[in-house]
């Protein structure tokens, strides 16, 4: 199990980094003009990926805090800052992951929703919902950029599986 977190937690930290050679691209007015995502723009599906990500379920892990924050809240306004923030939010999963014993592994979780309520989940499961959901909100944004008409990237699994076994 650790090792198929770990392996997701590298894919999640590897696909932001790629998406993001394509998002600096961007002018302004696309990076945050409504592009009919759910939360609307480039800059507002980045923003619900840090509250998402690493406000709400990454301490809900590591700290066994639940945060009351809004999903569409924009924490970032600055894009520059935004993407150091995800940066920085993706690379500490993969300590995070190390550091975890069986025993956490086949356990569950006991967390308040966003709504307040009281919630158990296996463990497992649920941090992978968390890489799940990234995969979810990056593919709209690839989705928001091919529309715009520029390029965007391919962030598929296996290619990092094949990056990462080239010699």
């Given at each position: 199990?650790?090792?198929h977190l770990l392996m997701l937690a590298r894919y999640n930290a590897w696909a932001i980094r790629r998406l993001y050679e394509h998002v600096d691209a961007l002018s302004?007015?696309?990076y945050r003009r409504d592009a009919g995502l759910f939360f609307k723009s480039v800059h507002g599906t980045l923003n619900h990926l840090l509250v998402g990500e690493h406000l709400i379920w990454y301490v809900r892990f590591s700290d066994g805090i639940s945060p009351r924050r809004s999903l569409d809240e924009e924490v970032e306004t600055d894009r520059a800052?935004?993407?150091q923030s995800l940066l920085d939010g993706a690379a500490?999963?993969?300590p995070f992951i190390e550091s975890?014993?069986?025993a956490r592994l086949i356990g569950s979780l006991s967390f308040n929703s966003t709504k307040g309520v009281a919630t158990t989940l296996p463990f497992v499961p649920t941090l992978t919902h968390?890489?799940?959901h990234g995969t979810h909100h990056?593919?709209?944004i690839t989705a928001a950029i091919t529309a715009m008409g520029h390029a965007c990237p391919e962030l598929d699994l296996?290619?990092?599986l094949r990056e990462e076994a080239k010699p």
């Open positions: 199990m650790k090792r302004e007015e696309d800052r935004l993407k500490r999963w993969q975890l014993d069986d968390v890489f799940n990056r593919g709209q296996l290619l990092m």
